[in-house]
């Protein structure tokens, strides 16, 4: 990338790294470890116009999130569409639309941040029409350690 003046280094986070979540206490220092890298990184970088940037995904609806959840994908979308503010469910897509514009030269200016993808879950208290804490227990059950660790529900 010095070589050629420049780019985009893009790493993946978790909103569970921005905030604590019961239960995921591993996960959630792993994904704090990749925001404080990220950050520490750009400041390196900067001088060889390469930027740095993590995604932190909210609840988004794939196959790892959702083949834990009794009733599978449909069942996920629900419910993770009822525990945040945006009255739908985190896709794929939305993670890869903001993987596209941190790629993209309209990011020139931006490096070293954490770009929160969650549907307004951290944005503060309320707005899901369940209660906050509410879905997650039910997601973690059978210790489920994020979706970086997946492991299989014990039979």
């Known amino acids: 990338m010095r070589k050629v003046g420049g780019g985009s280094i893009i790493s993946t986070a978790s909103i569970a790294g921005l ?5 995921l206490h591993a996960y959630c220092a792993a994904k704090a470890g990749v925001i404080s890298l990220t950050r520490s990184a750009s400041i390196e970088f900067a001088k060889d116009k390469i930027r740095v940037n993590c995604i932190c995904p909210g609840l988004i609806a794939t196959p790892l999130t959702y083949n834990l959840i009794p009733g ?5 979308t629900q419910l993770f569409a009822a525990f945040q503010p945006w009255p739908r469910a ?3 897509e ?3 639309a903001m ?3 941190l790629a993209s030269d309209d990011s020139e200016f931006v490096s070293g941040q954490a770009m929160v993808v969650d549907g307004a879950v951290t944005s503060g208290m309320g707005g899901g ?3 906050q ?4 227990p039910s997601i973690i059950e059978g210790e489920w350690s994020g979706p970086s660790f997946q492991m299989k529900r014990p039979s």
């Open 19 to 23: 905030r604590g979540a019961p239960g």
């Open 72 to 76: 599978g994908e449909s069942a996920a």
């Open 90 to 92: 985190g896709r794929p």
């Open 94 to 96: 939305d993670i890869a």
């Open 99 to 101: 993987a596209l514009f």
């Open 129 to 131: 029409s369940l209660a």
């Open 133 to 136: 804490g509410q879905a997650i």
